[in-house]
């Protein structure tokens, strides 16, 4: 099992910042591939980013490349992701998942290979 919590959420102005963090406890950090998902009202679940179990690798969505920053800190078990420039679309929860059956060095931005998740941290963006 693994726990995951989410924080960092709230509300921002359109063009500001935000870093969003995720602890995890249970098993061990480093064995789980590490995701963003977000979830818009009345919208499905869709992927933000990824990180590889090492950090070596990360993948966004192509929309929202650049904008975006995922980043682990394995010692402490944490996952962040950093926004940039939001925008009110980016308006939604934000869920870390953690997923152990993905190889070492590849990422996932697909909802079922993730095997845990965070009970999200709501981002509200005004114009």
């Known amino acids: 099992q693994v726990q995951l919590i989410e924080s960092g959420g709230g509300l921002a102005t359109a063009g500001d910042s935000l870093r969003l963090s995720c602890a995890a406890s249970?098993?061990?950090?480093?064995?789980?591939?590490m995701g963003w998902f977000r979830q818009a009202p009345g919208k499905e679940r869709e992927f933000v980013a990824a990180?590889?179990?090492?950090?070596?690798?990360?993948s966004y969505t192509d929309v929202l490349k650049g904008r975006f920053t995922i980043s682990r800190d394995n010692s402490n078990n944490m996952v962040y992701l950093q926004i940039d420039s939001l925008k009110p679309e980016d308006t939604a929860v934000y869920y870390c998942?953690?997923?152990?059956?993905?190889?070492?060095?590849?990422?996932?931005?697909?909802?079922?290979?993730?095997?845990?998740w965070g009970q999200g941290t709501q981002v509200t963006v005004s114009s």
């Open positions: 990180i590889s179990r090492s950090g070596e690798r990360t």
């Open positions: 998942a953690a997923g152990s059956s993905l190889s070492p060095r590849y990422t996932s931005g697909t909802l079922g290979d993730y095997d845990y």
């Open positions: 249970g098993r061990t950090f480093s064995n789980y591939t």
